[in-house]
């Protein structure tokens, strides 16, 4: 099982990039390729801190989700927490809670 602190700090290093700067005002390949791996980053280190393993394929999964939904123009927020539960479903990780 993976703790909520792990999931919830997937994308921290996203956030801080961003800092309230809608994504679609950086350059698209440049942003989108640094917010993959700064959520990959904070994704590793989540899961490393919570003593756990991901399970393979799920960080980079998750990040593009992230990703994807800041594109569309979605909050930070509400695009964590879409794509947490979309990957806790399609890995079966539960989460403590």
Not at 34 to 48: N, S, Y
Not at 53 to 76: E, K, N, S
Request: aromatic share 4%; glycine share 10%; net charge positive.
């Amino acid at each position: 099982m993976l703790p909520n602190r792990a999931m919830a700090a997937l994308v921290l290093p996203a956030a801080l990039l961003l800092g309230g700067t809608p994504a679609r005002t950086l350059p698209s390949t440049d942003g989108e390729d640094l917010i993959q791996r700064l959520c990959l980053a904070g994704f590793q280190r989540a899961f490393d801190e919570a003593g756990e393993r991901p399970p393979v394929g799920m960080g980079a999964f998750t990040c593009r989700c992230l990703v994807q939904r800041i594109q569309d123009g979605q909050g930070l927020s509400p695009a964590r927490e879409q794509c947490t539960t979309e990957a806790s479903r399609r890995f079966r990780v539960l989460m403590k809670g």
